[in-house]
């Protein structure tokens, strides 16, 4: 299982193989569709296959667990990071109405600056990531971590919560130790929260099913409401991506949207595509770039993704600095919701990756402090100075 994580594939094709698995089995396909399933299904395997043969691979486990980032000045300048984004988390909730507690459909409001405050407030899910790594206090650890669940709660974002869950439970799994077991009672405990709030917040949000008239096969029909959301929501943006590419539809404006900051609404809903349910709208990764330039273009911006994911992998070597296990935390993270939606080239997704390369060279001009911490060999200013750390 453990060489099965260290492959890059691991968090784009398998879950690319595993959605359209899912919506081959939640809806009874018209037959014009399964050209867009068969499409993704073989650019995944495709992927999988070239990954196999080439030697790119994440640091063995140990190299994870060996880091010790409190006390350094990257972990220094991730705290500074991690409490702007805590002063934003709390400026979204107490200018804006509380989507739990006020109306559901207000999560979807971004009237009066609320978009400005977002951009910087969605980056929650970092905060646990950053406290279980960077902070040797238990107080602010455990602040870091129940601030990055309980954010995305409060204002029903589910995608938010999945990230959460995500870097929260890969950071856990990168940092054991290779001779123990992976900790899969914890991990499933995860997994199971992270699909039962997710099931409660999809009826807070949108109600209940019974309005989505989509072909859904007997077996979804058989299903609980809440696996109902799970399968829905995992399998939508095939779905769609396989409607679209059937009815051949092509509209570049929503890719240019998506790439240039302020252009435009990047909403699918209640637009002009020809959607099978108008309120069932996402549609993949890919949904975008299908609508700009066809089945080529789709092709092409997943091998981009690829790419990418081999970049933040190689970044991780030699010796896994704290913002390059950030980056990858972040494309690793949309490369699995890579089946849903368009998270990955987006000027919000390259904001926080440019922030991750900006902060290192930021450190490198802070005072170096002995301190604890083992040093980092990428640094510029390495010096090798024993490790009194404690575990």
Partial sequence: MKRLLRLPSTWLGLPLLFACALTWFTYDLPVDYLQGLLLLSVLAAAIILFDVQTGVRLPPFAQFRARRYAGTREAFLALILAGLIVLFCVLDLTLFPIPLFDKPSAYAVMDGGRAHVRHVSDMCWVLPPIGLLCTRSRRLRVALIA????????????????????????????????????????LLGLAFAAGGIFSILGLLRSGPLEYVTLPFSAT????PQGIKWLLLYASAGPYNFSSILAKGYLNPDFLINQLVPLRGSVATAGTGIPLDASNINVGTELFPFLMAFGPVGAALALLALYAMLLWSVQRLRPAVPLFSLLMFLRVSYVCVMSPFAPQAFTWTNAGFIGICLL????????????????????????????????R
């Fill in 147 to 186: 601030i990055g669940f309980a954010f995305p709660v409060l204002v029903i974002d589910r995608n938010r919560l999945f990230a959460t869950f995500f870097s929260f439970a890969l950071v856990l799994v990168l940092r054991r130790d290779e001779a123990r077991p992976l900790p899969w009672k914890t």
């Fill in 220 to 223: 979804y029909h058989a299903a």
């Fill in 359 to 390: 902060l290192p060279v930021l450190a490198s001009w802070l005072p170096n402090r002995r301190t604890s911490a083992a040093p980092d060999p990428s640094s510029p200013s390495f010096q090798r100075v024993p490790n009194h750390g404690t």
